[in-house]
């Protein structure tokens, strides 16, 4: 059969993709390369209280503010959730998400399982939960000094809160084991894929099948 030369296309709600993991278990690499190659799908930039490292971009990693904005922000209800991690604040702006929702695109979180909660509590049907764990501990911990940006102390806090973290991995849909990249990333895309695709998120599918149903009859006519 002839391929056709444009895809069909069928309205369809935005999924909420949330990846959660602890930190240095490769969720951010796995991120990034999701979202590169996607063009339907944009990745939520938080704001945080926590200082900047050398390697992030302000309003590319994070929107980086003082607690006093954030505050504001709160306040405001400007944020779609909040959390406090490792002493710092975090929180997704509503506007960014709702915006990117409203034109059909689909949007990926970065955040833990705190936030997690939150919107699984306020917007249930659009989200879907994936959380990446690490081959080991000593992978973990590995991983965390090689990126060696944080301070010792700090290196230890963390490996101690992703013990927490592991502790919230049956509150997810899918689960990665990120042992290899590439595969991790393929399952991370088949799982995006499989949701996208999922009947109820399909808001078009009526119409569609309603005008196949009308040529069909009109091809017997
Ligand atoms: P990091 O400081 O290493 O960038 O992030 C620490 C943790 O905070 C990570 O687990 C990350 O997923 C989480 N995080 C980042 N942004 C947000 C956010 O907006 N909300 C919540 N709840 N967690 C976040």
């Known amino acids: 059969m002839a391929k056709a030369e444009t895809p069909i296309a069928i309205a369809r ?6 990846l959660s993991s602890p930190s240095g278990a490769g969720k951010s690499t796995l ?51 909040s959390a406090e991690v490792h002493g710092n604040h975090y929180g997704t702006p509503r506007q960014q998400v709702e915006e990117a929702l409203g034109a059909g695109r689909d949007v990926l ?16 049907d659009d989200l879907v939960r994936v959380f990446v764990l690490p081959p080991s501990m000593e992978e973990l911990q590995a991983r965390l000094e090689r990126r060696a940006e944080d301070h010792p102390e700090i ?14 991995w049956a509150e997810y849909d899918y689960i990665i084991v990120n042992d290899d990249l590439e595969r991790s990333l393929g399952e991370l895309r088949a799982i995006l894929t499989a949701e996208r695709l999922r009947r109820s998120r399909q808001a078009g599918l009526g119409p569609f099948v309603d ?6 009859a009109a091809e017997r006519a």
Request: glycine share 6%.
């Open 13 to 18: 709600r935005g999924v909420m993709l949330v």
């Open 155 to 168: 290196i230890a806090n963390r490996l101690k809160a992703a013990r927490d973290e592991i502790g919230h």
């Open 211 to 216: 005008s196949l149903l009308v040529a069909k």
């Open 109 to 124: 979180f970065d955040i833990d399982w705190q936030g997690t909660q939150q919107l699984a509590a306020s917007m249930p």
């Open 31 to 81: 991120t990034r390369l999701l979202t590169v190659k996607d063009d339907n799908l944009r990745l939520s930039i938080s704001v945080t209280t926590r200082p900047r490292r050398h390697s992030e971009v302000d309003g590319v990693h994070y929107h980086f503010i003082d607690v006093r904005r954030f505050r504001q922000m709160k306040e405001a209800g400007d944020l779609l959730e």
